[in-house]
């Protein structure tokens, strides 16, 4: 999966659901995409943030572009909305500590923040650069193929929106069993909102629920066979 940075829940659903955990930081960068946006509460409301990007192109892969270091923005949104959130100030210091990070590469500060929710949180990660593992002229489902068969997975986890990105055949022909993530967002208190927004940042379900609690939302998912 391409790197994001604070994603929602349903992302650390799929990691959770792994073995082994491939961010995709050698694919071309993605505007406008969930790489280095996504949505929070803002005064009760969703409110997409976005973290500014130094000339962002889809020409360039993820692991070449540099977050632009403007963070301070986002750091008082988030201190103005959630100062109030139960677990304030435990996750307000984890988001900082890698907003101000000095490595600004876009794939290796979202990966970042993503295993630093697992650490968070207690949990393992284990989880490797796709770029560590080069195939030249491989792209989609064939790249995906042969980092399956460089950790001879027998199992390739996937959320449910990339179901059509994927011949089935194609991995029963490789050994390799195609299996989707299919989450669940149990709604729980978000403060100055009207009622529940699901599908926001996992900072909001971090700021509104405790360790443990986040833990058992990661593990309530089920794998659904292609």
Do not use: W
Request: charged share 20%; proline share 7%; hydrophobic share 45%.
């Amino acid at each position: 999966m391409q790197p994001y940075f604070m994603p929602y829940l349903g992302y650390f659903q799929l990691a959770r659901s792994c073995d082994q955990f491939v961010f995709l930081d050698d694919v071309n960068f993605i505007r406008r995409g969930f790489i280095n946006r996504n949505r929070i509460l803002l005064d009760g409301k969703p409110f997409a943030f976005s973290l500014p990007v130094i000339r962002a192109s889809q020409n360039r892969p993820i692991n070449r572009h540099s977050f632009a270091g403007a963070m301070e923005l986002f750091l008082e949104q988030l201190r103005h909305t959630y100062r109030r959130a139960p677990f304030y100030g435990p996750v307000f210091r984890l988001v900082e500590s890698l907003c101000l990070e000095p490595d600004m590469n876009v794939a290796r500060k979202a990966a970042a923040s993503v295993a630093a929710v697992f650490a968070y949180l207690g949990l393992p990660l284990n989880y490797s650069f796709a770029s560590s593992h080069p195939a030249e002229g491989l792209g989609g489902e064939c790249r995906i193929l042969d980092i399956c068969r460089r950790f001879d997975a027998t199992a390739y986890h996937n959320a449910p929106g990339g179901r059509h990105l994927y011949d089935v055949a194609a991995f029963r022909a490789a050994g390799v069993c195609l299996r989707f993530v299919k989450g669940s967002f149990p709604a729980y208190g978000q403060p100055g909102a009207e009622t529940f927004v699901p599908g926001l940042s996992i900072i909001d379900v971090l700021m509104n629920n405790a360790p443990e609690r986040v833990s058992r939302m990661l593990d309530d998912y089920v794998l659904e066979h292609a």
